[in-house]
């Protein structure tokens, strides 16, 4: 899943683009500090670390659908030792095991990384883990895997940390979930002198979020980088603004995303009366992709835009995002002769879903799979549209562009 440039924010008259201004996750939230927060990859489970007990411990909640209401919240007591830490859980995308991070007796470096397992989701967890090839004679935390469990982000002050005690990004891969992880390695695109707080890399490892302290705005401040494919660094990080008045303390703690993109749960800095730290909701409008277009694995490019339920939406591709104008706006992909071809259309028979309707939610989906071995590398740029005859020129919404590597 790609949120940069895929959650860029488009200034367009007709329709807001980009996330919904957070709102509190009341359910979630208790009089003392809650952070940490991770939603699973369907969006009906949330974990996060609360210190309602006078104790840093993981809880969770769920929901049957995303637009219920969350359940009342439980102590996963399988996962917490009430006289330690227990922090930063991660959910993988089967739902089968959990990663977080614990000072709890046993650590290397006074805060490590631990795993715990379970046969089905509706089994309570067995007895964590430490995970020992990722954990260092220094603090490592925030773990955040790929859907695959192959690649593994954490933050840590060691693995050759330039900035000690500044927390950095690392990074460690495997080659199948049978085996340990690999030496980590200090992510170095990502580095800088000032401390991280959380990270999260998307299920398709192709975009990461993260927080950071930062001096210039005082705040600690919510970044994302994007890469086309894995094998490549991730591009120049970029500031997501939209997140710089968060909160009425030091900013955004802790940040999570579903697999599709569409719903956020954050954590940012309140007043000490509130908990000091509070979980906040937001969701997204406009386009998201999911994978990268393969000759087997197709991507998946999701359309949001929850104020046109029911309207007809297009895709289309382009070979340039240099863009073009349509009357006061900019379509941000260029009006090439690939634009004109796939408008709606797509590459039948390796695209479904260029054209339709958006569901009762504003959502819909479209399918782009690579059709020539031969053009792997290729780079497309992909944009959605709604559509709806009032609008001026019939366009009510002209969604951000998004960067596909054909694979």
């Not at 919240?73 to 977080?100: H, K, M, N, Q, R």
């Not at 927390?167 to 390695?185: H, L, M």
């Not at 170095?188 to 001096?215: F, K």
């Amino acid at each position: 899943m790609r949120l940069l440039p895929s959650l860029a924010t488009l200034t367009l008259p007709l329709a807001a683009q980009g996330w919904s201004p957070p709102t509190l996750a009341t359910a979630l939230n208790t009089t003392a500090t809650d952070t940490g927060g991770h939603l699973s990859a369907d969006g009906l489970t949330a974990h996060w670390s609360s210190f309602v007990s006078g104790n840093y411990e993981i809880w969770s909640a769920t929901r049957t659908t995303r637009a219920s209401a969350w359940s009342a919240p439980i102590l996963e007591t399988a996962l917490s030792d009430a006289s330690a830490v227990d922090s930063e859980p991660f959910l993988c995308a089967d739902g089968l095991t959990i990663y977080f991070a614990s000072s709890r007796v046993g650590t290397a470096g006074s805060f490590d990384i631990m795993r715990a397992t379970r046969p089905t989701t509706g089994s309570t967890w067995g007895a964590p883990t430490f995970v020992t090839e990722l954990n260092s004679t220094d603090p490592d935390s925030a773990p955040s895997l790929t859907a695959d469990e192959l690649e593994i982000y954490f933050l840590t002050t060691g693995w050759g940390a330039p900035n000690p005690p500044q927390n950095a990004i690392a990074v460690a891969k495997r080659s199948s979930r049978a085996v340990p992880f690999g030496v980590p390695t200090i992510v170095a695109e990502l580095s800088t002198p000032n401390t991280h707080r959380d990270v999260q890399v998307s299920p398709d490892g192709l975009s990461i979020l993260y927080t950071e302290y930062d001096s210039s705005i005082a705040r600690i401040r919510v970044w994302q980088a994007v890469r086309t494919n894995r094998s490549a660094p991730f591009g120049t990080p970029a500031p997501r603004t939209e997140f710089d008045a968060v909160g009425t303390s030091l900013g955004v703690y802790s940040v999570s995303v579903t697999q599709d993109g569409r719903d956020m749960l954050l954590a940012a800095g309140f007043p000490a009366a509130a908990g000091g730290q509070e979980l906040l909701e937001s969701l997204f409008d406009g386009l998201v992709s999911e994978g990268a277009p393969g000759l087997i694995d197709p991507v998946r490019l999701h359309v949001y835009d929850s104020g046109s339920p029911g309207s007809v939406y297009a895709l289309a591709l382009a070979l340039g995002n240099t863009g073009f104008a349509l009357g006061t706006r900019t379509v941000p992909i260029d009006g090439d002769a690939l634009f004109v071809a796939t408008l709606g259309v797509g590459l039948p028979p390796f695209s479904s879903g260029f054209l339709g309707n958006l569901d009762a939610q504003g959502a819909a989906t479209g399918i782009l799979a690579n059709p020539l071995a031969a053009l792997r590398g290729l780079h497309l740029y992909a944009c959605a549209f709604t559509l709806v005859p009032s609008a001026p020129r019939g366009v009510r919404t002209i969604s951000n562009p998004i960067e596909l590597e054909l694979q």
